[in-house]
């Protein structure tokens, strides 16, 4: 069956300084020509369905309602709208700037208390989101040294999670550390998105609370790839971050396979490179899953987690005709996934390089 990247940011696959200066230079049909292009590169790669996390502009959300209707090449994209976290946290888009432009640049997709967050939640969900991401948790990429920990108060998280479900949309968490994922399982999310560290007591809450992790060990393909060719790629706050990421990676999933936790696929394309969507298997499996396990998290296990299971994930009468083919058996060498032969979507035939 198509394959599905439940994190991906299509926008863009720029980043440290080169990311920060094209926010404020490249305009916004700029950003939509990316993000067309870039999903043309996904769906050619097998991935027929993705799950945008987070863009600025509304330039997904166009996108989604384009590709369903196969007006451009692209996957079937169920989007978050704009990111939600609270002020100078991971998603807030001043970060960076002087004061004389953070309050030009727009910021209605950051909170502070209980209701603050209610009406963030309740922007997206009148922009047309299919699912809420929020930041528990700081980010790598963050341009504050403010560290990878919980930057959320309980109340907080419980409005933006509580809001989401109200209106019936699943809620995704950015979190690196324990704290903040933790926080989040406690109350109710769907999800955990990088989960750079657990504990004990992250285990038993994902196993309690029956919610997905998203490992996106790809991202540090991108972050060694653009350090390789350039050393000062990202600012001076970023780069412990970073260093500390590329050496912890894996360790979670390594800690989530024998305990039960559900997993599902995700790269955090647009960190790593759009297209390559598939180098995840190979570090999902350098980290403890078998080869069948990380396709199941890339088919039947993604589409649950997106709500989709009775429309996409398998081969079965009665489910939209997403299929692809690669050259060679993925249960013995899950790299073949990244050499995609035939990609239909929808029944629609997208690639076919035998017949080319």
Known sequence: PGLIDSHVHLTSDLGGQARFLAGVTDNLPAHAFRAAENAQKTLMAGFTTVRNLGDAGGVTLALR?????????????????????????HMDGRLGFNDDLRE?????????????????????????????????????????????????????????????????????????????????????ANSIEHGTIFDDETLRLFRQSGAYYVPTLSTVNGYLERLAADPDAYPPE?????????????????????????IAFGTDAGVSKHGRNADEFALMV???????????????????????????????PGKRADLIAVDGDPLQDVSVLTDVDFVMRDGQIYRDDARD
Request: glycine share 12%; charged share 20%; net charge negative.
């Open 104 to 188: 030009h640049i727009g910021h209605d997709n950051v909170c502070n208390g209980p209701e603050s967050c209610r009406e963030a939640v309740r922007l997206q969900v009148g922009r047309g989101a299919n699912v809420i991401k929020i930041a528990t948790t700081g980010g790598v990429n963050s341009r504050i040294g403010a560290g990878l920990g919980a930057q959320m108060f309980e109340d907080e998280a419980r409005a933006l999670i509580e809001t989401a479900h109200l209106y019936g949309l699943r809620v995704a968490v950015h979190a690196h550390g324990a704290d903040g994922v933790n926080l989040a399982l406690r109350l109710g």
């Open 238 to 262: 970023v780069m412990p971050k970073i260093r500390w990421r590329i050496e912890i990676t894996g360790q979670s999933l390594a800690r989530a396979v024998p305990a039960g936790v559900r």
């Open 286 to 316: 350098r980290y403890g899953m078998t080869p069948m396990q990380a396709l199941e998290a890339a088919t039947v296990n993604a589409a649950d987690l997106l709500g989709l299971a009775d429309e996409i994930g398998s081969l079965e």
């Open 65 to 89: 309602d384009a590709t369903a209707e196969h007006r451009l090449p692209g996957p079937r994209i169920v989007d978050a709208g704009e990111s939600i976290s609270t002020t100078s946290g």
